[in-house]
């Protein structure tokens, strides 16, 4: 017997949540990023026939879309930046927890510098785990076009990270002194 | 020196959320929101379209009912801002409430999502402290424990960090008491959440009146009624009602429900079987801690650097 429109939800449903928030949550505050999972499995939920096989890029495509009405209103357009900027890497590593960190936080500020779709397409890649062709579809292009975005965004990277690195290290004590 | 490598690799690194299995509080939001989306009109409902008399109509029946509610409220023995700082009053001393509830769900409408009983018993403070453990209400585990936390929210804010232990995996993971039911304003749809925090909140944010008395099993009781507002899912709209008991101010029971512009929705219903305050003590000060299972595995995130717990974390290192 052919799995009811339940049982073919829950089953996307369960296989998908903790990806789309995983996704969301990349992206927006906590607080905002339950609602984009809400907003995205609802969409699901409303247009399940259109769902393809490969889900994941799909949900993605609309989490996507979910979060760029959320950001149109201006005190939300600010928390992308806040999450990137925010707390460290949880990520296990075998280097010194402060330099990780440290690491990270620059990462993180130099994506912050990055063009939307720039951004978008390393985080694709890189923290969503995605292959390029499912990338593509996830974004919503075609795939020598997302090649071509990715390429250009890693070198936008690079530069950034370049530029960051390159900067004098803030003196503290100089700036302790100042405000004492 | 930073490390260098791969410029992926530095990106990746940069993660800031970790790849890892959902923990049991994740689980449970994952779960509550399934059944919502299941709930929801697969395809939005079309409205007829209302005639301007029926409106009319419609608005002259809601002012007679309103004038008759006002004047009902006005010939009763209660008073509305007496009775609410009474019934908040009650569950916000000192000492250690210990609580029976049987909590029951059910979709409403179109969308014939499930319906689920879930049996609790907890122990609580107004300072934040509160030790819960779920029941099977019924299957081969009927009667037995499913899963325990135990907690402290910090002071004045709904968030804190809490230890979970799940029967199954007879494992401890950390977690944090859930923030997210008030974002937009929605009342004490948590899992999470005492009555006390519920009805403390939901007085501070202004939005409980009442709305005359009712009986609860043989009990008389008051009916605290939230205003209605937005839900978790885009349209939907919540309402929370608290029956507190006439003489002890003290809960019955608690509805909650979500609807969606269509009418269709989800219900909780819950029955406050025990409520009861008691004096703060070493019996009771135990009642409060994580129970100690011995054997227990101490998950991914059991050994995490927590905030004050209020007893010791069996996992730190």
Known sequence: MPPTRDERFEGLFRENYAAVRGYALRRATPEAAQDVVADTFLVAWRRLDDVPDDALPWLYGVARRVLANQRRTASRGAALERRLAGAGSGAGSTLDPCETAGEAQLVREALGRLSDSSREALLLVAWDGLSAARAARAAGCSRATFAVRLHRARARLAMELAALESAPAPNLEQRSLEVG | ?317
């Open chain 2, 1 to 317: 020196m930073r490390p260098r490598g791969d410029l992926m690799e530095r990106l990746a690194a940069a993660d800031p959320v970790r790849e890892e299995e959902l923990s049991l509080a994740e689980q449970r939001d994952a779960d509550a929101l399934l059944v919502q989306l299941l709930a929801t009109p697969a395809r939005p409902v079309a409205r007829p379209r209302i005639r301007r008399w029926a409106l009319a109509a419609a608005g002259a029946l809601c002012a007679v009912a309103a004038v008759f509610a006002a004047l009902n409220l006005l010939d009763s023995d209660t008073r509305g801002p007496g009775v609410i700082e009474k019934a908040v009053a009650a569950v916000s001393q000192g000492g250690v409430y210990h609580v029976l509830e049987r909590a029951q769900s059910k979709s409403i409408g179109a969308g014939q999502g499930g319906r689920l009983t879930s049996y609790f018993e907890y122990w609580h403070t107004p300072g934040g402290r509160m030790h819960r453990k779920t029941f099977a209400v019924d299957g081969p585990r009927k009667g037995r424990l499913l899963n325990e936390l135990a907690g402290k929210r910090r002071p004045g804010r709904n968030g804190g960090p809490v230890l979970m232990w799940d029967v199954r995996s007879n494992t401890i993971n950390a977690g944090g008491f859930a923030t997210r039911p008030f974002i937009r304003g929605t009342p004490s749809i948590d899992s999470f959440s005492d009555p006390g925090t519920q009805l403390r909140m939901l007085e501070q944010q202004g939005r409980l009146r009442l709305a005359g008395t009712t009986q609860v099993g043989d009990r008389q009781a008051y009916r605290l009624v939230s205003g209605v507002v937005p839900g978790r899912v885009r349209g939907a709209q919540a309402s929370v009602e608290f029956l507190v008991d006439s003489e002890t101010y003290l809960p019955l029971a608690q509805r909650q429900s979500i609807r969606h512009p269509s009418g269709d929705g989800f219900d909780v219903s819950t029955r406050y079987l025990v409520y009861e305050r008691l004096p703060l003590n070493s019996r009771t000060r135990e009642e409060l801690d994580l129970d100690p299972h011995p054997g227990a595995k101490c998950g991914p995130s059991g050994n995490l650097k927590l905030g004050p717990l209020g007893f010791p974390n069996p996992c730190a290192r």
